[in-house]
Nanobody
């Protein structure tokens, strides 16, 4: 079984920074693809950033230059560094992982439980 745990959300003032973490545990051989999504009240869930295999990371236009997606394969952890936060960044953020499992066919898809990010003065 694979467990995915998100952390790092919270309340910050406009212009502040947060670093979200998404840690996966279990019989994970490697992370094949990863992404961060967010959903604000009354809005559809939207893609914020993603990266597939060794390809370039892509970002929503609204966060380009401010957010950075990265990962640590050794620890099977995905990060989203968020700088210069704006009130419109307020949302629940979800991580999504495509992973290869040890001794299993794949990849398999997993979602984090979501973490609240609130940007307000």
């Amino acid at each position: 079984q694979v467990r995915v745990v998100e952390s790092g959300g919270g309340l910050v003032q406009p212009g502040g920074s947060l670093r979200l973490s998404c840690a996966a545990s279990g019989s994970i051989f490697s992370i094949y693809a990863m992404g961060w999504y967010r959903q604000a009240p009354g809005k559809e869930r939207e893609l914020v950033a993603d990266q597939h295999n060794f390809g370039r990371a892509t970002y929503a236009d609204s966060v380009k230059g401010r957010f950075t997606i990265s990962r640590d394969n050794t620890e099977n952890t995905v990060y989203l560094q968020m700088n210069s936060l704006k009130p419109e960044d307020t949302a629940v953020y979800y991580c999504n992982l495509n992973v290869f499992l040890s001794g299993k066919r794949g990849p398999y898809d997993y979602w984090g439980q979501g973490t609240q990010v609130t940007v307000s003065s």
